[in-house]
């Protein structure tokens, strides 16, 4: 008799707490350390052109930019670990050399 077995493999178990789905405290660091990035582009933008509505605009805009590339997405993946990805892979070795031998030819002379 052929019995057939299921496994069931359970999704949206997260290894962390978060703050809300897909955001928990690595990546709470990593946006702020965006948001901070962002903060000295709007303070550069205040001491260049003084204009108000840019500079919050910037800064705004770099909160919610870090947030939303350090939130994970259903298959666990940022966009930051995508990038990170990309970059590793780039780096990685791509091309590898051999040399073709004739392995019969190196038997006879043993």
Known sequence: MERETSLYIPTGVRAEKELFNG????ELLQ?????????????VLWLTAANVALTVVTLLSGIFGSVLMCTRD???QSVVDQVSS?????RSQQIYPYRMMDEWEITERE
């Not at 955001?23 to 690595?26: E, L, M, T």
């Not at 990309?86 to 780039?90: D, E, M, P, T």
């Open 23 to 26: 955001f928990g405290k690595r």
């Open 31 to 43: 946006s702020a350390a965006g948001s901070l990035a962002g903060g000295v582009v709007a303070v």
């Open 74 to 76: 259903q298959n666990n």
């Open 86 to 90: 990309l970059i590793r892979f780039h």
